[in-house]
């Protein structure tokens, strides 16, 4: 059957293939797709004239484009949280179905939370720092994940595998999340968002992989770090706008928590003046916990083969939700 398919390989402040387009695609898709009819743009003016020939689109599409957008009825999104903004009111309220790429990061985010988890249940943070000073010190405390209770905050595709990995290391999972209600044999309960504050106080671990949403802005502040544990570590490697970071730092500084690991925040890069760059239990990665291997070959396998689907008429793979922007 075939149909007119816009690739535009512009990243969303229009960075030259910031969308993460392999250049394989189109001889993968023609010889999969009968018929089907590819145009590469690698930056939004040079989309705008024809965009209303296409039937589906990848990439960043601005509103404007959206607006004319007038056959489009897939939308394939390059990243699984995309920056505010791509989910507008147009694309909301129109019949255009949008797809993300969630799923292909999974595994080397849920090892990066591991190693956060051990790095403190083991004392590696203190020992790195002491390291650096050419310090011999005594001994720090432990802590026995096996005696640990791991609260996942979004139980999507990072979350379930980051409790599996909890779970094998002897830890007791909770979860809270507005979609999945259980993972049998790995989470003990999985609560709605209403709940978190019930469930904050008993976590040792509260790991948050909360996207961007319309109502996860600062879903972690003073408020949620007061009921957590005086011992409990706080991990955000979802959004970096679900966390107030000046909240986060002086709830460290009160000992109201014991530490945190961040890998995202509010202002990327973070100031080199903020207080949690200074903070003993704090540790902080540049964005970084998805990298790893096989990503291209993934985005590429979720692409093609909705493109497959697209062209029969199947239902497509990753569908998200436009209003809740997942």
């Known amino acids: 059957m075939g149909f007119k398919l816009l690739i535009l390989t512009s990243g969303p402040e229009g960075e030259p293939n910031g969308a993460f387009y392999s250049k394989d695609w189109i001889s993968k898709l023609e010889n999969l797709v009968p018929d089907i009819d590819i145009t590469l743009c690698g930056k939004t003016e040079e989309a705008s004239p024809k965009i209303n020939q296409f039937d589906a689109a990848f990439g960043y599409l601005s509103e404007e484009l959206i607006k004319s957008a007038t056959n489009l009825k897939w939308l394939a999104c390059p990243q699984a949280g995309p920056p505010k903004g791509f989910y507008n009111e147009t694309l909301i309220n129109s019949s255009i179905v949008v797809t993300n790429i969630k799923g292909i990061y999974s595994d080397h985010i849920s090892t990066h939370v591991m190693s956060y988890i051990l790095s403190f249940s083991r004392g590696l943070n203190k020992y790195i720092k002491n390291q650096l000073n050419s310090k011999w010190s005594t001994a720090v405390p432990?802590?026995?994940?096996?005696?640990?209770?791991?609260?996942?905050?979004?139980?999507?595709?990072?979350?379930?595998?980051?409790?599996?990995?909890?779970?094998?290391?002897?830890?007791?999972?909770?979860?809270?999340?507005?979609?999945?209600?259980?993972?049998?044999?790995?989470?003990?309960?999985?609560?709605?968002?209403?709940?978190?504050?019930?469930?904050?106080?008993?976590?040792?671990?509260?790991?948050?992989?909360?996207p961007e949403t319309p109502n996860s802005k600062k879903m972690f502040a003073s408020y949620e770090f007061k009921l957590m544990k005086h011992s409990a570590y706080f991990i955000n490697i979802g959004r970096g706008v679900t966390v107030s970071l000046n909240d986060l730092?002086?709830?460290?500084?009160?000992?109201?928590?014991?530490?945190?690991?961040?890998?995202?925040?509010?202002?990327?890069?973070?100031?080199?003046?903020?207080?949690?760059?200074?903070?003993?239990?704090?540790?902080?990665?540049?964005?970084?916990?998805?990298?790893?291997?096989?990503?291209?070959?993934?985005?590429?396998?979720?692409?093609?083969?909705?493109?497959?689907?697209?062209?029969?008429?199947?239902?497509?793979?990753?569908?998200?939700?436009?209003a809740q922007w997942f």
């Open 142 to 210: 432990t802590i026995h994940l096996p005696d640990s209770i791991a609260l996942i905050v979004g139980v999507g595709g990072i979350g379930k595998e980051t409790s599996r990995l909890c779970k094998a290391f002897g830890m007791k999972v909770f979860g809270v999340d507005p979609k999945t209600t259980e993972l049998k044999n790995i989470i003990e309960e999985i609560y709605p968002p209403s709940n978190l504050k019930n469930i904050l106080p008993v976590a040792d671990f509260v790991i948050s992989t909360v």
């Open 249 to 322: 730092a002086q709830a460290i500084d009160l000992g109201e928590i014991a530490g945190a690991a961040l890998d995202v925040f509010e202002t990327e890069p973070l100031p080199d003046n903020h207080p949690l760059w200074l903070q003993d239990n704090v540790i902080i990665t540049p964005h970084v916990a998805a990298e790893g291997p096989y990503l291209e070959d993934r985005r590429t396998d979720i692409f093609i083969n909705n493109c497959i689907k697209f062209n029969k008429g199947e239902q497509l793979i990753n569908v998200v939700d436009k």
